[in-house]
């Protein structure tokens, strides 16, 4: 009974217990647009309740002027500006401007909130690629290391590693390493995006980004390029520090649960090697939860960038909030708020994305 | 043609697959030393298809991880582990690499999980590939990946390649896995519970396919198994492991037909083979007629049960359109394999899910449109006992905590005092010494916690219970002692039951009354033997035909008249 079950399998019917075909294609389109157009009520929330957190607290005039103005000059300047009128009319009046693109004047020095974000916001951005950057380099690599040596002595060290870099504050990590490599070993500047010199060579760039690298780049100068990224490395490694060691206990925990499922066992059953086993095997599957809190992680980032930015006095989004802030101008503080939801929604956005390139199985 | 069964073979010294002396494995655990395996020896020639049974914790897995060198770091094993005439214990890095795959490979118990859910088929069968031949190319991983599949009748094996494991079933997964194993030419698989997690007509085409496997390339395989069907199935001969020592081996009609160890004897005879008991015709004709004559406790009426489908998808249809009817006093068996709405209609029934559409009467209760409000007392009429003891207990509370919740909920006015006593009669019932009461859930054995859940799902004195599977998640032995006390007080407090099972020999031998479930439709609906021998649907006669008895002699024949009718083709 020599039997042939490769020939009779081909005139069964595919099976029924096999799910309906689904191929990347339509269906991961289909997953994109629906993710992309679920920003648009994610935004609007986040507009709406900043807004009205906004006005409890009092109008931005009171707030800056109130106590050197008497009462009626007060009410005087409110009615200029529309803060007399009902609140919801100034809601729809802010929305409206939102539409076209304009986000309101901040009140203390008269520029448009629009211009405040495309300026400071690049260099907000440019940080925070440069701090993820450091992150993944530092992080990824590492846990993957202690996920491996689980519970000895190189796991051991990297997890206190891992604990001072999230744990220490980063304006005391960014003071700390300006001390010994801006002050004590004067290797790098200590504070600023560029020299005043660098600066001046830049402004001969026609039509220039918010990105200093890039500009750096496009003028072709080495001197200039060497200025600009000397400046960001203290400030990338201090953002990127702490979560390096976010990532880096991360990518441990989630590493050490993949390593131990049977498909690994299954793959070292057929011979695959140990270093193999960890960088591929293991590594993918592990990189699915890890995706999704790194996207939180970078969206956090933006708020770790407003102490890193004062630090180095950088400035980014993050510097100006806190000099909005000071200032007690809503208006700016108000756009800006809203700019960095916009991005928190969209980094969510990506990492949906790329879960879904991950994993085969998120697709519908 | 297959070797025959009855031929023993003592191989030669120094031509068996695998030589196994004086096997000792011990782990360093935090509560000290554990002797997991004790002093096991035991060769496997070539074409052999050696059987290692035992209960769980017998080291009959950890046996044979060891084969491969697959164990825990936190293992250590003495003795000699023979692959192809290379001594595996001690053995590690690069020439243990080599050895793994081409000389031995392994088939996990759960298809599902032995798989990279990340990567495509092809590539997972080409991981094995390269590790051992590092220059192939990808276009030569590819041909070789449609050849393995072809060769476990994977159907279109060109286009699914490049398939993702979760597009297959879960028997089509253990082809796939059996095909890695094939495509690096492995002489010897170690096949730990192969089916275990399978549905038993797929059961039956995967040990159809090791078997072919077995006469094509001559490939010895090492199963390990706790279920003697499967081993009266396939094997040709079986080592019973007993707290880490083989206690007996011999030839498999031998061992069956002439167990010579009491614990093999008590072990096959805890085993439920099919139609050997029935509970219908162990009731008297007055029994009989009593429980035909019963007002229903549950009747259903082209019962539909849909889940609802995502944003813009249609609704998934679980169950469609059922009609069946549970009389006062009748232990009613669904069978049904997996997904086939078994669960969804217990679950509705206790009003855990919704019914969709159709009537569903529970105690004189409409469930469809039914307001939990309406609903809550008779909840207290029902009890459910899960599958899972180990998860279907919270975990913080004791035992007498976990049996007294629901009179917490639905007998308000109970003093702790009457609660507390009432807790310990129960325990006495499901034969626990009352000072489990103290206990909490992990200190427990499976066994002793669906006692528990038993014991649980009885304390308001329900008209109906509803057990989904209560004894899969059990050892062979233990399964029948806890069904053997679930008919007792099934008899003495005379409640109606529905009993949610995917084994069909189980069920007969509790249920009164039989149904069988195919894609959410009620293909068959009688009493025991009614069902088992006359069977109207070819989708019973095929699952009766799938099971496998444990009894060599008898399975063969069974699985003769299997092929003549059903051929030895996949399905799945």
Redesign the interface.
Same mark, same amino acid.
């Given at each position: $009974?020599?039997?042939g079950?490769?020939t009779?399998?081909?005139?069964?019917p595919?099976?029924p217990?096999? +799910?309906p075909?689904?191929r990347a294609g339509g269906g991961l389109g289909r997953y994109i647009l629906v993710r992309f157009l679920l920003i648009i009520p994610t935004v609007f929330i986040l507009m709406t309740v900043v807004f009205f957190l906004m006005r409890i607290t009092g109008d931005p005039i009171t707030a800056a002027l109130g106590g050197r103005l008497t009462p009626d000059q007060l009410a005087q300047r409110r009615a200029e500006a529309g803060y007399d009128r009902p609140l919801i009319v100034q809601y729809f009046d802010y929305l409206g401007g939102v539409l076209h693109g304009d986000f309101g004047m901040s009140y203390t020095d008269r520029t448009p909130v629009s211009e405040i974000l495309t300026t400071y916001g690049g260099a907000t951005f440019e940080l925070v690629v440069y701090a993820v950057v450091v992150a993944l380099v530092a992080g990824v690599p590492l846990g993957m290391i202690a996920a491996r040596t689980r519970d000895r002595w190189p796991d051991a060290v990297l997890r206190v590693v891992a604990i001072l870099g999230y744990a220490t504050p980063v304006f005391f990590v960014g003071l700390l390493l300006k001390l010994v490599f801006s002050v004590g070993l004067g290797w790098l500047p200590v504070a600023g995006r560029i020299s005043t010199r660098g600066e001046l060579t830049m402004g001969t760039i026609l039509n220039p980004s918010p990105f200093y690298l890039l500009d750096a780049l496009r003028l072709g100068r080495m001197d200039v390029l060497m200025d600009v990224a000397g400046h960001a490395v203290l400030p990338a490694i201090a953002l990127g520090v702490l979560t390096g060691g976010i990532f880096l206990r991360l990518v441990r925990t989630n590493m050490i649960g993949t390593l131990e $499922?049977?498909?690994i066992?299954?793959?070292?059953?057929?011979?695959?090697?140990e270093a193999?086993l960890t960088t591929?095997?293991a590594l993918?599957?592990a990189l699915?939860p890890i995706v999704t809190v790194m996207g939180m992680q970078i969206a956090m980032m933006l708020g770790g960038a407003v102490l890193t930015e004062t630090t180095f006095e950088w400035n980014g989004l993050g510097y100006m909030l806190a000099e909005y802030m000071k200032a007690r101008d809503y208006v700016a503080v108000q756009g800006i708020v809203m700019m960095l939801a916009v991005i928190v929604a969209l980094s969510n956005f990506v990492v949906d994305v790329v879960a879904a390139l991950?994993?085969? +199985?998120v697709r519908? | 043609?297959?070797a025959t069964r009855s031929d023993i073979r003592s191989p030669e010294p120094g031509t068996a697959r695998l030589e196994i002396t004086d096997l000792d494995i011990h782990f360093a655990t935090d509560g000290g030393d554990v002797h997991a395996v004790d002093g096991v020896s035991l060769s496997v020639a070539p074409g052999e298809i050696l059987a290692i049974v035992g209960e769980s914790g017998s080291g009959k897995s950890v046996t044979a991880r060891s084969i491969?060198g697959?164990l825990p770091e936190t293992a250590e094993d003495s003795g000699a582990i023979l692959v192809s005439g290379t001594d595996v214990v001690g053995l590690s890095g690069r020439r243990l /690499?080599?050895? /793994?795959?081409?000389d031995v490979?392994?088939i996990?118990q759960?298809p599902s999980? *032995?798989?990279?859910?990340?990567?495509?088929i092809w590539w997972?069968i080409g991981?094995?590939l390269k *590790?051992?031949r590092p220059k192939i190319t990808r276009k030569e991983i590819r041909a070789e990946a449609i050849t393995a599949l072809?060769?476990? &009748?994977?159907?279109?094996p060109a286009e699914r390649i490049d398939r993702?494991p979760?597009?297959?079933? &879960?028997?089509?997964k253990q082809r796939i896995?059996i095909a890695? *194993?094939l495509a @690096?030419g492995a002489e010897l698989i170690v096949a730990d519970e192969p089916t275990t997690a399978l549905d038993v007509t797929v059961q039956a085409e995967i040990l159809e @396919?090791l078997r072919?496997v077995r006469?094509?390339f001559g490939t010895s395989v090492i199963l390990i198994t706790h279920n003697m069907g499967v081993v009266a199935d396939l094997a040709d001969s079986v080592a019973v492991m007993y707290r880490g020592s083989i206690i007996e081996r011999a030839g498999v009609q031998e061992l069956f037909a002439n167990p010579r160890q009491e614990y093999t004897q008590k072990l096959l005879a805890a085993v439920p083979h099919l139609g050997r008991r029935s509970a219908w015709t162990a009731l008297s004709t007055q029994q009989q007629q009593e429980i035909e004559d019963a007002a229903p406790v549950v009747v259903a009426k082209d019962l539909v049960i849909e889940y609802p489908g /995502?944003l813009g /998808?249609a609704p998934f249809r679980a169950v469609k359109g059922v009609d069946f009817s549970i009389r006062a006093g009748e232990v009613y068996g669904l069978v049904g394999e997996s997904?086939s709405g078994k669960t969804t209609i217990g679950r509705t029934i206790a009003g855990l899910e919704r019914a969709t559409g159709g009537s569903l009467q529970v105690l004189g209760h409409q469930m469809n449109g039914v307001r939990e409000k309406d609903f809550k007392p008779v909840r207290r009429r029902i009890g459910f006992v899960f599958q899972d003891p180990a998860t279907s207990f919270n975990p913080h509370l004791t035992i007498e905590e976990c049996i007294a919740e629901p009179l917490v909920v639905h007998e308000p006015g109970q003093t702790t005092t009457q609660r507390s006593q009432q807790v310990r009669s129960l325990l006495e019932s499901v034969e626990l010494p009352s000072a489990y009461a103290t206990r909490y859930p992990h200190e427990l054995s499976g066994g002793q916690r669906q006692r528990i859940s038993l014991a649980r799902a009885l304390v308001l004195d329900p008209e109906l219970l509803i057990a989904d599977e209560p004894t899969s998640a059990l050892d062979v032995s233990v399964q029948s002692t806890v069904l053997d006390l679930f008919r007792d007080l099934q008899a003495r407090l005379g409640f109606a039951a529905l009993f949610i099972s995917h084994d069909l020999a189980v069920v007969d031998s509790l249920a009164h009354r039989i149904g069988v479930l195919l894609r959410g439709e009620l293909v068959e609906d009688g009493h025991g033997p009614d069902v088992l021998q006359r069977p109207q649907h070819d989708y019973t006669r095929r699952l009766i035909a799938s099971l496998p008895v444990p009894d060599p002699v008898e399975q063969a024949k069974r699985r003769e008249a299997f092929q003549r009718e059903w051929?030895?083709? *996949?399905?799945?």
């Open positions: $009974m020599t039997t079950l490769d009779e399998v081909e005139n069964t595919a099976s217990a096999a +799910r075909r689904r $499922m049977q498909y066992d299954s793959a070292r059953s057929r011979g695959v090697s193999r591929r095997h993918r599957p699915i991950i994993d085969p +199985r519908y | 043609m297959s491969l697959l /690499r080599e050895l /793994r795959g081409e490979s392994m996990f759960e999980s *032995a798989m990279n859910p990340v990567f495509p997972q991981e094995g *590790a051992h072809e060769s476990v &009748g994977i159907p279109d993702y979760h597009e297959f079933s &879960g028997g089509q896995m890695m *194993a @690096l @396919l072919d006469d094509r /995502r /998808r997904g051929g030895r083709g *996949a399905t799945d």
